[in-house]
T-cell receptor, first 115, second 114 residues
Framework: AQKITQTQPGMFVQEKEAVTLDCTYD???????LFWYKQPSSGEMIFLIY??????QNATEGRYSLNFQKARKSANLVISASQLGDSAMYFC????????????FGTGTRLLVSP | ETGVTQSPTHLIKTRGQQVTLRCSSQ?????VSWYQQALGQGPQFIFQ???????GRGNFPPRFSGLQFPNYSSELNVNALELDDSALYLC?????????????FGSGTQLSVL
């Protein structure tokens, strides 16, 4: 069973608008963490934001915020005030394992920001 | 501060050959992970090294092996290459290997197996 599901293969947004990228996850472990990474065409994965399962508040990092709904097992990324440089692939990932870092990634969403 | 660097950036091999990919972790980082990203997919975890010891492995066959050196740089070796090994190989480092730490990725090595 797929553990991370990103149902939007592609999204379009106009510059300065907000956009939400969807992510649902599946785990039976009460302790887990959710990450969002951005991958521009250069290939490098860039960390955006992290949410731990026990965190009481939704994570925010500058223009990025994570809409964490634990009961629904969703961890949507919200990008406010989109910029042209935000055009990239976006991956949601869940950490698995307790003794080591292992991320399980979704298939990604391609975001295109238009002027 | 130097980020994660990988070499080579591109590589072409034929089926059955062996390949070694290299990664220099970010300064001060003692943990290195390797991921395989097939075209159109998210990265898949291969294994992780912490202070020169493999401490976690994904669902990859033994022909995928690695090393981490005392300076915390790392190698990924793949023997008996198959066509399906064609992918972007990403290396990532982190300061201490804590499970909630963010990973710092390199730009990857694009491997093509013909």
């Amino acid at each position: 069973a797929q553990k991370i599901t990103q149902t939007q293969p592609g999204m379009f947004v106009q510059e300065k608008e907000a956009v939400t990228l969807d992510c649902t996850y599946d785990t039976s472990d009460p302790s887990y963490g959710l990450f969002w990474y951005k991958q521009p065409s250069s290939g490098e994965m860039i960390f955006l934001i992290y949410q731990g399962s026990y965190d009481q508040q939704n994570a925010t990092e500058g223009r990025y915020s994570l809409n964490f709904q634990k009961a629904r097992k969703s961890a949507n990324l919200v990008i406010s005030a989109s910029q042209l440089g935000d055009s990239a692939m976006y991956f949601c990932a869940m950490r698995e394992g307790r003794g080591f870092q292992k991320l399980v990634f979704g298939t990604g969403t391609r975001l295109l920001v238009s002027p | 501060e130097t980020g994660v660097t990988q070499s080579p950036t591109h590589l072409i091999k034929t089926r059955g050959q062996q390949v070694t990919l290299r990664c220099s972790s970010q300064s001060g980082h003692n943990t290195v992970s390797w991921y395989q990203q097939a075209l159109g997919q998210g990265p898949q975890f291969i294994f992780q090294y912490y202070r020169e010891e493999e401490n976690g492995r994904g669902n990859f066959p033994p022909r995928f092996s690695g090393l981490q050196f005392p300076n915390y740089s790392s190698e990924l070796n793949v023997n008996a290459l198959e066509l399906d090994d064609s992918a972007l190989y990403l290396c990532a480092s982190s300061p201490s290997g804590r499970v909630d730490e963010k990973l710092f990725f390199g730009s990857g090595t694009q491997l093509s197996v013909l």
